[in-house]
């Protein structure tokens, strides 16, 4: 690990070549100076998913407040509406995000960040683990990147981060509760596969569980393509790894990134709540939006108007 940069009170500690830090020094809350505030804002932009420990003051208006400091929360999800006001509830009892994915893929308006809070761990295993986008869509060789960078795909909400069809807690009472709520309302958007970050300007693979097919590709082909795009992604170089403890939050720049909750602590409950933030509708390397094929986000969130980073 090396130190980047620091404030007074704050240390930017990197923790891999592609993706992750640590920031110490900094009690999360609504009053963290603008200096701080940048520092975090700059951090993600470079890191993609940054970590605090030691936040066990942070209640859920606490967290809230904080987010607000980096951009407009959304409400906690275009349809699971009757789990939370302010954030969701990313718990086991409904069921458990073990596969690679970008948070709420399937609107057009996809959230730029996630800010994640520990409630309760398990006494062993629960770690999440995130991968950089913007490091595999480098590392392509040439002709595929010509291929991507030409290539739409189309996202829905079949699928849910916070349930996989697989386990064992989306076959209760509560689990299938949840699915059909999330279920409740059908959402189809068509994205760019390549992304144009509107910060940084780097481009990164717009992917993840919720993608049905690439457009103009039949079912076969859509499914060998996106199997080798997505191993590309979770190529463990481009990824860190992060073993949670009570008092941790982690931020991550949705953009940017696909994360994975490992489901590796057997029955034991596990709980923390999300935030989200607004983001800006995903742009290609032509310049052409994101398109709508079904569904209305309005409710869930604002289309954020972005500003460049200076260089």
């Given amino acids: 690990m090396s130190v980047d940069y620091a404030t007074a009170t704050a240390t930017v500690v990197k923790l891999g070549s592609k993706i992750g830090a640590r920031i110490d020094g900094v009690r999360l809350g609504a009053d963290l100076s603008p200096e701080t505030v940048e520092l975090i804002q700059s951090a993600l932009a470079e890191h993609k998913v940054i970590f605090f420990r ?13 987010a607000e400091l980096l951009g407009s929360p959304t409400t906690p999800h275009p349809t699971v509406t ?51 986008t913007v490091a595999a869509y480098e590392a392509l060789p040439e002709p595929l990147k010509v291929l991507v960078e030409n290539l739409r795909a189309r996202h829905t909400n079949v699928y849910d981060y916070a349930a996989d069809r697989s386990d064992t807690a989306a076959a209760n009472a509560n689990g299938k509760a949840y699915r059909e709520e999330f279920e409740s309302d059908y959402y189809e958007t068509e994205h760019p596969v390549v992304r144009v970050h509107p910060v940084t300007g780097e481009r990164a693979l717009l ?17 060998a393509l996106f199997q080798l795009l997505q191993n ?12 949670w403890q009570d008092g941790d939050v982690a931020i ?9 909750a490992i489901d590796d602590y057997d029955g034991e409950p596990r709980r923390l709540t999300r935030i989200t933030l607004a983001g800006d509708v995903p ?29």
């Avoid at 030691?54 to 809230?64: I, M, N, P």
């Avoid at 992917?207 to 499914?223: C, D, I, R, W, Y």
Wanted: net charge negative; aromatic share 10%; no cysteine.
């Fill in 252 to 260: 991550w720049d949705n953009r940017a990134t696909q994360h994975y």
């Fill in 232 to 243: 590309r992604v979770i190529k463990l170089e481009n990824t860190t790894r992060w073993n």
């Fill in 54 to 66: 030691g936040q066990d003051h942070l209640t859920e208006d606490g967290q809230y407040e904080f």
């Fill in 283 to 311: 742009v290609d390397v032509h310049g052409e939006p994101s398109t709508i094929i079904s569904g209305n986000a309005e409710h869930y969130s604002i289309i954020e108007q972005v500003s460049p980073r200076a260089a």
């Fill in 207 to 223: 992917l993840g569980h919720f993608v049905k097919n690439f457009v103009g590709l039949s079912a076969a082909e859509s499914q």
């Fill in 82 to 132: 009757s789990k939370g006001v302010k954030s969701l509830p990313i718990d086991s009892e409904y069921g458990r995000a073990n596969s690679w994915h970008t948070d709420v893929s399937f609107v057009d308006r996809i959230p730029k960040a996630s800010i994640l809070r520990a409630v309760h761990l398990p006494s062993y295993g629960g770690s999440t683990t995130w991968a950089s």
